[in-house]
């Protein structure tokens, strides 16, 4: 399996991922680039940012449902 698929597939299950947990879930480096393939492929995939305890900001991503809000 690819690492695309797997996170569409934890995705699919009503999970969000950070970059960091895709790190240590999947070994993905890049979850950015690789929700972002998703998007053109039609998955509707959004990002909220946060800041972590020591400040810097990071993306959590969702696969949001038809009529479900993020």
């Avoid at 399996?1 to 991922?17: C, R, V």
């Avoid at 240590?24 to 959004?46: E, M, S, T, V």
């Amino acid at each position: 399996m690819n690492q695309e698929y797997e996170i569409l597939q934890y995705l699919k299950q009503g999970n969000s991922l950070t970059p960091l947990e895709a790190l240590n879930r999947f070994g993905c480096f890049r979850l950015g680039a690789r929700c972002w393939d998703l998007k053109q492929k039609g998955y509707n995939i959004k990002s909220e940012i946060f800041s972590g305890k020591n400040g810097k900001h990071f993306a959590r991503y969702k696969l949001i449902k038809d009529g479900e809000l993020f």
